[in-house]
């Protein structure tokens, strides 16, 4: 169905962009931060009105599912060459209205607690230019109908990303941080490129609809029977690999997460939003987006799933350690994406797209209220130095403890349902099972019950550390800490109400679910996106006592994360420092990052800067100057002798032709 | 046109509008610095609005050259069959376009960088233009190569007069490689008419004859004029003279050699060289392809290195027209399409970077990045020019950049050129990307990567961190630097997301170019390509006359693949072929 909704969507925060980025904040503030706020209301009622009429397309399809009619809006034609025939246009079904409606609402909230966080900052107006132009792009990302339409968004969210981590450019380190950032992403943006023109070799289009029909109409028994690993079931598996290496840029998985931690160099807000709610979760998106090829290229799906889980285990082992409250925050979100790769590469694509709704939640309610405190001491990030906030900051408090219940997966805040489904969906994967043994199954979900349990234990770390126990806040400091403001305060409760029940949009049929209301079933819901893929991968149905074992293992992961924080960080005590002493290296390397940004540092970057230099010395200016051409005046003087010889007549010829040419040039004229 | 009495040649005033002016402006008497930049602006500008003229009055619909009234095309040395021809066509237009509009706002930043010897430098700059203009629209070979010439001249002296500190050098190395490439140009040209029996030395004639000279004699011809176009471009590893010559000229006149005179080689390449020897290019293709992904990897390392300004963007160029080089060698209409585009998007980019650099330079006499350092604050309105403009040139979508690059890769990746044996397709599926396309796209694909690099770098240097007080403040845009570059910048945005006006006029005229280079190759495709495979070729030909793209499925499709019709093994991947050649059409 036609509609230029979808185009309004995005328009209303491009124009909030313009109209900032064009006064250069000669506005005054609060008209700026009006603008831009507004400019969001528009886009997430639009949003809402989009949604209504998609959801009032549906009937039923006799299938137990509700069919949907996607929304599309033909924009204008964007590159039409040769057999390359592209729109620049948007489609709308329930994966894009729930992306919508998260970057859109989360945004919202985001902009008004902006204008608490960053009223006293001269960039204001560029600020929110850039908050604005992030929104844009981040939409057109999940609008976009075709890839490179989502490409634009792609690389669009990162030059925000980069321009809002570098805001305070003064700052080198900030200047870095930004260009590191850029720089990483590109390496991912690279090989989804690759991805993409392979399939469009493959297919003939770049359209998700035409791709989607495409691979639709192969039968995917015959790719995977003739063997992944050869044929048209190698192509797709290298595309797969191609578009999954772009997606651990833009959402920071192994190996290329190094960018997000540095990344908490820009503005609070800012990491709330790109860096945990919406840009980071584009890869996730992207995948659930190409369900229909990763359902056909297990291998590359086993990648997936297995990266994944590393990365959530991994990152969550750094946060564990970390004394930077935004850094912790960071790591978590790594994981947590982490958590989410593993769902979509279990072929779990509605359970990754519900963990990467209720992660925007808590993950954004985390970071404002972490924005909330550094604001409240004056730019302190330090945990060392913050302890029993809760006395003069209780709403934040209050909101943050929220936060770390969802998160950690206590029922029934959201975090539970969605990191549940995740786990019993890897456990149930039979695709696995069938490509290497049940074995990887077990494995991938107890490295995932690990993380689950030191989530809880590293986000209740740093409520105790924060909020609870001595107060450990310089004094002068103390004297004034401020309340949040109603802007502040208010996105916090907000969020924290979405935190709390988002997660009854997907209950599983094992607690009952889903409840009986079409925006409460957003698993059947997203049936007529991801459905196709998901029913290639097969899960097998291990019977409810599995699930149950699943689940409690869980709730027994949550609890002793949280308990063992309790018991270290509640008060004084001593067990931490004694338990770090007795893991050695272990915790050192834990606290240093396990040493990755210096190992890169010291193997590509270094690789990089001396071939970079020893080329330019040895190609350009020894082999080709010296030897071939004469770079040096030795060098012009020998060519000069040489080629005189037998180009002297030649010379004289061009001057006289020359002037001849003009000569008639000049007759012509007159 | 026929509300008209007469026909006006459109495009013989807008070349000669310059030339016109140079004239004028040497008679100028006195030291009037301002009363000289008017006459020269003047004059610039007629010719740009002239040329916009021209495109407005282009029929999108035709193949062929337009626009050629009478007195465009009158006998000129009858001789030796020279006429003095100019026309326009899909591939031309917008570069005549670009040199207009790039030259005005070259002429108007100079009243900001250039305060020596203003007159003579103006009338080199619009001499220049009247010779770049006129490159672009002779449709006769030695009409062509008097304008090649002619653009040249005034190149040397602008080096050589304003240059720096190594400027001699610097004008001595470019004189070097031109003149070695105008030799071997002239004489490929003389071959083709003397010994390939030309009628004239009009363009149709010459293709003619250069078609129907043997393999190895086309090589020759070709490599003769590759060298010159390529020196020109330039292609890794003949480009060592840019570095020189882009950080010594004025400016001005390194956003004009840079932005323009580099696609004077690149549609050398596209008008001459290719038409008139198909068998060498598609046989030298892949080859000179691998020079281009070299040259575009390769270039943005060394740009990360440098530490001047100037030599930065000359590396990035090289970088940049390794991408232009490629599409040309992938012989696809996206391909050939994304690399007129991508002169357009580069001219626009880096023509603008160099005057902005420029700008910088004079604010603060000095050419290195240390120099400068955290001036954002200083100058908010000159870094987001520059960084929009960067942006553009690093090819981030929805600005000029991408849009080059994005039809270049695409094409690239789908060529059946670029392979230096028989196409193989990705895993033996029948149809898909080739394997060797696709390994040069992936070379090309780091070259985005890499070309972020020192991008960032320099922007960062230069504007971000703290505050470098060892110079002065720097000033920010003045008004009359932001008239032109405003709109500069505009139009590199509003061509990120509308590029399509531009990309329907070059098509059609890149096809009839393919066509020529398709149906002109004698044997060559018999002979060393006849192991390609039919079921690639067949899906893939399907798609293109579904498409109604390209005359040379026709040409093909039933010609020799017939003869290899059961060379491999068709029966495992059957279903899948057929699925694919269906489906591919929509």
């Known amino acids: ?670 | 046109m026929s509300s008209f009495p007469f026909q006006i040649p459109w495009i013989l005033m807008t070349v000669m509008s310059p030339l016109v002016g140079a004239l004028l402006l040497s008679m100028v008497p006195g030291e009037h610095k301002m009363a000289h930049r008017a006459v020269a602006g003047l004059f610039t500008g007629i010719s740009l609005v002239l040329s916009l003229v021209m495109a407005a009055l282009f029929n999108s619909e035709a193949t062929g050259y337009q626009l050629t009234t009478l007195a465009e095309d009158v006998a000129w040395i009858p001789e030796i069959g020279a006429r003095f021809t100019l026309a326009v066509d899909g591939i031309s237009l917008w570069l005549i376009v670009l040199t207009t509009f790039l030259s005005m706002v070259a002429t108007v930043v100079a009243t900001s960088t250039i305060q020596d010897k203003v007159k003579e430098f103006h009338v080199g700059m619009l001499v220049m233009q009247a010779g770049m203009l006129g490159a672009f629209t002779a449709t006769d070979v030695m009409l062509y190569f008097l304008f090649w010439e002619v653009m040249l001249i005034p190149m040397f002296l602008l080096i050589g007069l304003w240059g720096g500190v190594n400027r001699v050098q610097a004008a001595l190395k470019f004189v070097l490689y031109t003149m070695v490439g105008s030799a071997f140009l002239m004489a490929a040209i003389l071959y083709v008419r003397t010994v390939g029996g030309a009628a004239s030395f009009a363009l149709a004639d010459m293709i003619t004859a250069g078609q129907s000279l043997g393999f190895v004699e086309q090589v020759l011809v070709f490599g003769g004029m590759a060298i010159a176009f390529l020196i020109k471009v330039p292609l890794f590893p003949l480009h060592t003279w840019s570095p020189d010559a882009y950080s010594e000229a004025p400016a001005p006149a390194t956003a004009l050699l840079s932005g323009v005179m580099a696609k004077v080689g690149v549609y050398g390449l596209i008008r001459f060289a290719m038409p008139m020897s198909p068998d060498a290019v598609i046989f030298l293709a892949p080859y000179i392809a691998v020079l281009a992904v070299v040259g575009i990897v390769y270039g943005a390392l060394v740009a990360f290195n440098q530490t001047e300004m100037r030599r930065v963007l000359a590396y990035s160029s090289l970088s940049h027209l390794g991408f232009v080089v490629l599409g040309l060698m992938a012989l696809t209409p996206e391909a050939l399409t994304g690399a007129v585009f991508q002169c357009v998007a580069h001219g626009l980019a880096t023509g603008g970077l160099f005057l902005v650099v420029g700008l910088l330079e004079a604010r603060r006499d000095t050419r290195t990045m240390a120099d400068f350092g955290g001036i954002a604050r200083q100058v908010p309105l000159l870094t987001t020019v520059f960084i929009l403009l960067s942006f553009a040139s690093a090819a981030v979508p929805g600005l000029v950049g991408f849009v080059g690059e994005f039809l270049i890769l695409t094409g690239t990746a789908g060529s059946w050129a670029l392979n230096f044996g028989p196409i193989t397709t990705l895993g033996d599926v029948g149809f898909g990307p080739d394997t060797h396309a696709l390994l040069f796209t992936a070379a090309a694909a780091i070259g985005v990567i890499v070309g972020a690099v020192y991008v960032l770098v320099m922007v960062q240097r230069i504007f971000f961190g703290p505050v470098n007080e060892k110079g002065a403040p720097v000033a920010d845009l003045h008004w009359s630097e932001s008239s032109v570059l405003l709109p500069l910048v505009l139009v590199c945005v509003a061509l990120g997301f509308f590029p399509q006006g531009l990309i329907t006029r070059i098509t059609p005229a890149v096809e009839s170019t393919l066509q020529s280079i398709a149906l002109g190759s004698n044997e060559y495709r018999g002979d060393v390509n006849a192991g390609a495979e039919r079921a690639f070729e067949q899906a893939r030909f399907a798609r293109e006359r579904e498409a109604g793209s390209w005359a040379i499925v026709e040409e093909l499709g039933g010609g020799h693949a017939d003869d290899h019709a059961d060379d491999h093994d068709g029966e495992a991947h059957g279903d899948d072929e057929e699925a694919a050649g269906e489906e591919g059409g929509h």
């Open chain 1, 1 to 670: 169905m036609q509609t230029g909704l979808l185009g309004l969507i995005a328009l209303f925060p491009l124009l909030g962009a313009l109209v900032n980025g064009l006064t250069g904040g000669r506005l005054p503030k609060p008209l700026v931060g009006g603008i831009a706020t507004m400019s969001m209301v528009a886009s997430f009622l639009v949003s809402i009105a989009a949604t209504w009429i998609f959801v009032s397309t549906g009937t039923d399809d006799g299938h137990g599912h509700m069919a949907y009619t996607p929304l599309a809006w033909e924009g204008w034609t964007w590159m039409a060459a040769g057999s390359l025939n592209l729109s620049f246009s948007f489609a709308f079904d329930a994966l894009t209205a729930v992306m919508t409606l998260v970057i859109t609402g989360v945004g919202l909230l985001i902009h008004v607690f902006s204008i608490g966080y960053m009223h006293e900052d001269e960039g204001f107006g560029r600020y929110f230019a850039y908050l604005n132009l992030f929104v844009f792009a981040m939409l057109c990302l999940v609008l976009g109908d075709s890839l490179p339409v989502l490409f634009l968004g792609w690389e669009g969210v990162g030059v925000a990303s980069y321009l809002l981590i570098g805001f305070w450019y003064q700052e080198n380190a900030n200047a870095d941080a930004a260009k590191k950032a850029f720089i990483v992403n590109r390496i991912g943006d690279a090989a989804l490129l690759l991805g993409m023109f392979i399939l469009y070799s493959l297919t003939g289009g770049l359209e998700f609809a035409h791709i989607n029909a495409w691979l639709g109409s192969l039968s995917g028994a015959d790719v995977v029977s003739e063997g992944a690993t050869t044929g048209l079931g190698w192509v797709l598996t290298l595309a797969a690999v191609l578009i999954f290496i772009g997606c651990t840029g833009k959402s920071a998985q192994l190996p290329l997460f190094t960018w997000l931690p540095d990344a908490m160099a820009g503005p609070t807000p800012v990491s709330a939003l790109i860096h945990a709610a919406t840009m980071v979760t584009a890869g996730v998106y992207l995948i659930a987006r190409m369900s229909g090829l990763f359902a056909l290229a297990p291998y590359a799906s086993l990648l997936v799933a297995v990266v994944g889980t590393a990365t959530a285990l991994f990152a969550a082992t750094i946060a564990a350690t970390q004394n930077d409250i935004k850094k912790v925050l960071a790591y978590s979100t790594v994981s947590q994406l982490g958590f989410m790769f593993a769902a979509v590469g279990s072929g779990a694509f509605f359970a990754g797209v519900f963990h990467l709704m209720t992660h925007a939640f808590f993950k954004a309610l985390l970071f404002l209220g972490s924005g909330a405190v550094i604001h409240g001491l004056e730019g302190e990030q330090d945990i060392r130095k913050m302890g029993a906030l809760r006395k003069s900051m209780p709403l934040t408090a209050a909101t943050f403890l929220v936060g770390c219940l969802a998160i950690a997966g206590v029922p029934p805040l959201s975090g539970f349902f969605s990191k549940d489904e995740i786990l019993w969906f890897v456990l149930s994967n039979s695709s696995v099972t069938g490509l290497v043994g049940g074995w990887v199954n077990w494995l991938l979900w107890a490295s995932l019950l690990v993380t689950a349990a030191l989530t809880a234990f590293y986000m209740f770390r740093l409520y105790f550390v924060v909020f609870e126990g001595e107060s450990r806040v310089d004094a002068k400091v103390l004297a004034h800490v401020h309340k949040e403001p109603l802007s502040m305060a208010l996105p916090l409760v907000v969020l924290a109400g979405l935190a709390v029940v988002g997660g009854f949009a997907g209950v599983p049929h094992l607690l009952g679910g889903p409840l009986p209301m079409w925006w409460l079933d957003l698993h059947g819901w997203l049936h007529g996106t991801v459905g196709h893929g998901e029913a290639l991968f097969a899960n097998q149905f291990g019977g409810y006592g599995l699930a149950w074992l699943s689940l409690g293992a869980a709730l027994a992961s949550a609890a002793v994360g949280i308990l063992l924080a309790r018991a270290w960080y509640s008060g004084p005590s001593e067990a931490p420092a004694a338990f770090a002493a007795k893991l050695g290296k272990l915790y050192t390397g834990s606290l240093n990052k396990w040493y990755v940004d210096e190992i890169y540092d010291a193997t590509i970057g270094r690789a990089y800067r001396l071939k970079a230099l020893v080329l330019h010395r040895l190609v350009d200016e020894f082999a080709i100057d010296l030897a071939g051409v004469g770079g040096t005046a030795w060098g012009v003087r020998f060519l000069g002798t040489v080629v005189r010889q037998f180009q002297n007549g030649d010379v004289q010829r061009y001057a006289v032709m020359t002037v001849l040419g003009l000569g008639v040039i000049v007759y012509l004229l007159v």
